[in-house]
């Protein structure tokens, strides 16, 4: 007897439940697959490989565990949030969701380089991503994440980055320029400490128990 082989024609019902592997009598069968990993089913029918995945940025705090939450606003925005502890941090086209773009007027050649930039708002401990700045300066650092060292002033602070050596500092395109101080950043929420669980309560020991009941005679 010669191997009989049916029709695959397209894929469009996805996957099918294990419920339905021997079901060769529904219309889904012939237009399903038995499993599909790391592929997409297309909207014609057909299969593709799913796209890989690149590294976005690190987590803000690595010394807490953290999570990746898919969410989908509507048909068009969709995010990655990351959760920490104490935080949530959207992430959506490839990068992080970051604040207005500030003009930078000036950046000094040092071990922790100087930024201007009038009312920029930030506190110690924050990231910022510089871009648009001309020059060497700005190939070492466009595309970058630099942690604030230190806050000058309201048109001052200080970055993790040794610019000392490269060219100075000449121009940078982009961003606004503030004429006051943006709204300060929301205090942290307060995290209750771990409550232990309460002391379960004593339980006798389990058996059967049966009253004799007793009868006094009628009397004669």
């Known amino acids: 007897m ?17 419920h339905l592997h021997g079901r060769f009598d ?10 599909a990993r790391n592929v997409m089913v297309l909207k014609y029918g057909g299969l ?14 690595y010394s ?14 969709t995010y990655a949030l990351e959760m920490g502890h104490g935080y949530m941090s959207p992430c959506a086209f490839g990068g992080r969701l970051i604040e207005t773009e500030l003009t930078v007027t000036a950046i000094t050649n040092a071990a922790q380089a100087r930024i201007s930039a009038a009312f920029h708002g930030y506190a110690v401990g ?30 001052n602070f200080t970055i993790d980055a040794n610019t000392t050596g490269l060219a100075a500092f000449t121009t940078a395109e982009g ?11 929301p205090v942290d929420p307060v995290v209750p400490p771990v409550v232990p669980p ?12 049966k009253r004799d009941y007793y009868a006094e005679p009628d009397p004669l």
Do not use: C, M
Not at 48 to 61: F, I, N, S, W, Y
Not at 175 to 185: C, L, Q, S
């Open 2 to 18: 010669a191997n009989f082989r049916s029709a695959q024609p397209n894929f469009s019902k996805g996957e099918l439940a294990p």
């Open 26 to 35: 529904v219309d889904a069968y012939t237009s399903a697959v038995k499993r």
């Open 48 to 61: 593709t490989k799913r796209p890989g995945t690149h590294l976005v940025a690190e987590v803000l705090d």
């Open 64 to 77: 807490k565990p953290n999570r990746l939450l898919p969410f989908q606003f509507s048909l068009t925005q």
């Open 126 to 155: 924050n990231r910022v991503f510089l871009t648009g700045i001309a020059g060497a300066l700005g190939d070492f650092l466009n595309g970058r994440v630099w942690t604030v060292t230190s806050v000058i002033d309201a048109g």
């Open 175 to 185: 961003g606004i320029t503030r004429t006051e101080a943006p709204d300060p950043d």
């Open 198 to 209: 309460p002391t379960p309560p004593v339980i006798a020991p389990g058996g059967s128990w």
